[in-house]
């Protein structure tokens, strides 16, 4: 595991001192000045802020709940989703022969028997009248007894998708997974002979996620919770969430790591794709902060701050934090601006 910890410079040096002496030329004609060095000067504003000092390692950005789709039916496979399609509740995943099958209910229990309405009661019968609510089929009240009002609304969802109306359904027409499925990296192609179990394609939530194999000694930097910084590969970087820090260890050939498992938003459409992640380390809450280029070594030793309107403030450097440092000193407000470099 490579960690990279951000480090900031511990003060900024006083960029020019004014010249006092002179330069005689040309044998004792009048001496000529030396022009005063000039130093591009800008403004900023004492901020109250919370300052979050953050080490990066790295990490994967992909998908959750992964898995394979496996084939329902027996007979020549004549179409399969493209990777990276994304499926939602109610279309097919993928055709047999010329026809449409594998399609997507939303539900954690598996579909691990054939609906119809000899079919004793079970809380998978409620997960199938949910989705065909859900879709605009009409099944009645929704509970775990199969009625002639499940049937009807099974006829009418296959009518649209012009399957046989027979009112059953068998474990190879329909699929339940938690939500809409992303497609991945196929085991089949069109053409294929496929029978039932036979591997088809990779398939995963639509839900970003971001793992970190994080060294089971540093666990304290992890908790659920928390937030992080991801930075993509495009340089970008987006806020994410502790959402699981694993409690099983994995022994690698350096190193003991856990799981640890973070939510993002805006990552794109990248798989498998490296990024860093900045997990806090320290953290300072609701104080003064200022760009660290505004700071000024003092001679003497300690740290100086001037203000755009005239002056000097001493003040006590504190936590560095992403180009900004924590300040404190006697007569230093929120919203004072301060002189700092370009």
Do not use: C
């Not at 192609?189 to 996620?209: A, F, H, N, Y």
């Amino acid at each position: 595991m490579k960690a990279r910890r951000r480090v900031l410079a511990g003060g900024a040096a006083v960029a020019a001192v004014a010249v006092g002496g002179a330069l005689a030329v040309n044998g004792g004609q009048e001496p000529v000045k030396a022009a005063e060095p000039t130093v591009a000067r800008a403004a900023a504003t004492v901020e109250r802020q919370d300052l979050v000092d953050r080490e990066d390692l790295e990490g994967t950005l992909g998908y959750t709940d992964q898995g394979t789709l496996s084939a329902g039916v027996a007979g020549t496979l004549t179409s399969l989703r493209d990777p990276a399609a994304e499926v939602t509740r109610g279309h097919s995943l993928y055709a047999v022969d010329g026809e449409a099958a594998a399609f997507l209910l939303y539900g954690e229990l598996p579909a691990w028997r054939d609906f119809n309405s000899s079919m004793s009661d079970g809380e998978d019968v409620r997960q199938l009248e949910r989705n065909l609510r859900a879709l605009g089929y009409d099944p009645g009240y929704v509970n775990d007894d199969w009625s002639w009002m499940t049937t009807e609304a099974v006829e009418d969802f296959q009518r649209d998708r012009e399957l046989d109306d027979d009112g059953t359904l068998s474990r190879g027409e329909v699929v339940f997974r938690p939500g809409a499925i992303r497609i991945g990296e196929p085991k089949a192609i069109v053409g294929d002979q496929v029978s039932p179990g036979r591997p088809l394609v990779e398939i995963s939530s639509t839900e970003r996620v971001v793992t970190v194999a994080l060294d089971a000694s540093r666990q304290r930097l992890a908790r659920v919770g928390d937030s992080v910084t991801v930075t993509l590969p495009s340089g970008r970087t987006v806020d994410g969430r502790i959402e699981e820090v694993g409690k099983v260890a994995t022994k690698g050939e350096e190193e003991v790591t856990v799981e640890v498992t973070i939510s993002v938003r805006g990552g794109g459409n990248l798989d498998q794709a490296p990024v860093e992640v900045g997990f806090a380390v320290e953290r300072s809450e609701g104080v003064l902060a200022v760009p660290v280029k505004a700071l000024l070594a003092r001679q003497g030793g300690g740290y100086a701050l001037e203000l755009v309107d005239g002056g000097m403030v001493s003040v006590k450097p504190g936590m560095y934090a992403d180009d900004m440092v924590e300040v404190e000193g006697s007569g230093l407000r929120e919203g004072q601006k301060v002189v700092t470099a370009e």
